[in-house]
């Protein structure tokens, strides 16, 4: 019995050892310079590749496709993976009890796996931890989010809103997952930030399920490594913990015998530890340019006045009933409650402004605003053969209740409308 039990625990660590191999992998290469183009988008279509074909020829699938980062985490393919690299990681493991049935290489594996984990999971949560603090994940409320009801939300655009309306609460959510993975990232503090990266990824994993946000199982992989990484200290935590019992954690060691160990290991853990982290909170600073763009026009145009030149009557589906002006966007929306986007080329002095339908079109429109003296705005654009001629009240974000209602310590009486 004890034979079977040893030999079924050795199974299911070799087993998870080379389950976070496959998935994890081909980190840290993507982050490396022309990692990803040199080889990573090459082993990440080899493994798509090999869930097609677990899609097609074990379950029965199709139509099954690979597309590379199109927001979502839980598309069928990422299903799919789970059994595909659960199948690879059995055969790994039924190869290495045969080769390697009479060698000590079998335990140094597991442990391997975990330090593999612990920085994957590390570098990922100060990756998530730094866009916490700029314009990328959780945006503060557009002026578009601002213009739709709860009823037209999705529950991920509920969510996102949520977020990204305290500054003060994003902070918190960054601190805390930066602080999780840099404790991930050292040896002696591993345990304290095993600890702390279940919290954190148990708090994103309820989220994503509790809203629908397609990172489900990315998530779930976070918080299970984290949960495998704190195992070991298992025991020592509940003597701790739970029967008040003096413990004592044993940290990870690595026999660093010849210059060659000493070498790839600090090189490794410079590369691990410093260069990626920073790269990678370099790169959110520098993606800031492509994510903000300055408008001076910004704003939600109430129309109170509408039409196009040379035409009565007109119709729902014709007639204007709100411009939106954020960013590089213009969107219109109708009486019909129907949206046209447009997207902003150019912006000139005097409120002239040039916008384009779709990227292949070679001549911009020209739309021009101009402030009159009673506060209202004229919008003046010519689209395909129509001449638009608008009257409208300027809406800017601070005109918004949600926005304008800030942080009361004192509250005589509850505001929750």
Not at 182 to 195: D, E, H, I, K, S
Not at 351 to 362: H, L, V
Request: charged letters at 15%.
């Amino acid at each position: 019995m004890n034979r079977i039990l040893n030999n079924l625990k050795t199974f299911s660590k070799l087993f998870m050892a080379m389950y976070i191999f496959i998935y994890c992998f081909p980190f840290p290469i993507n982050y490396m310079p022309y990692g990803y183009q040199l080889l990573g988008k090459y082993i990440n279509n080899f493994k798509a590749k090999l869930n097609i074909l677990t899609a097609e020829y074990l379950l029965g699938y199709k139509s099954v496709s690979y597309q590379e980062m199109n927001g979502s985490g839980d598309t069928t393919l990422d299903y799919v993976a789970l059994l595909s690299y659960s199948l690879v990681a059995v055969i790994i493991v039924l190869v290495f009890r045969l080769v390697f049935r009479k060698f000590d290489l079998i335990d140094k594996v597991y442990p391997a796996a975990l330090v593999y984990a612990r920085y994957f999971v590390g570098i990922t949560l100060v990756s998530y931890g730094v866009i916490k603090f700029l314009h990328g994940q959780f945006p503060s409320p557009s002026l578009m989010a601002l213009e739709t009801t709860y009823g037209e939300s999705s529950p991920m655009g509920l969510a996102w809103r949520f977020f990204g309306y305290s500054s003060l609460y994003k902070g918190f959510m960054g601190v805390s997952e930066i602080l999780a993975g840099m404790l991930l990232l050292f040896r002696r503090t591993v345990l304290l930030g095993a600890l702390l990266s279940i919290a954190v990824c148990t708090n994103i994993f309820i989220v994503n399920l509790s809203f629908d946000v397609p990172v489900k199982l990315f998530s779930g992989h976070l918080l299970m490594f984290s949960i495998l990484i704190a195992l070991p200290y298992f025991k020592s935590l509940i003597s701790f913990f739970i029967l008040h019992q003096p413990t004592q954690i044993h940290s990870i060691t690595y026999p660093l015998v010849s210059k060659w160990d000493k070498i790839g290991y600090y090189g490794a853990k410079t590369i691990l530890v410093a260069l990626i982290p920073m790269s990678l909170a370099y790169g959110h600073i520098a993606s800031q340019s492509f994510r903000t763009y300055l408008n001076e026009w910004e704003g939600v145009y109430e129309v109170t006045h509408f039409e196009i030149a040379g035409k009565e009557n007109l119709s729902a589906t014709a007639h204007w009933e709100k411009v939106i002006i954020q960013g590089q966007t213009i969107m219109t929306i109708n009486r019909a409650k129907t949206k046209n986007y447009y997207t902003i080329e150019q912006i000139w002095n005097e409120g002239e402004i040039n916008f384009i339908s779709s990227s292949d079109q070679e001549d911009p429109y020209q739309l021009f605003v101009t402030e009159l003296e009673d506060g209202t705005y004229s919008l003046t654009t010519t689209i395909g053969n129509n001449q638009y001629h608008v009257k409208a009240k300027r809406k800017i974000k601070a005109d918004y209740l949600l926005m304008n209602r800030g942080f009361r310590f004192v509250n005589e009486l509850p505001f929750n409308r």
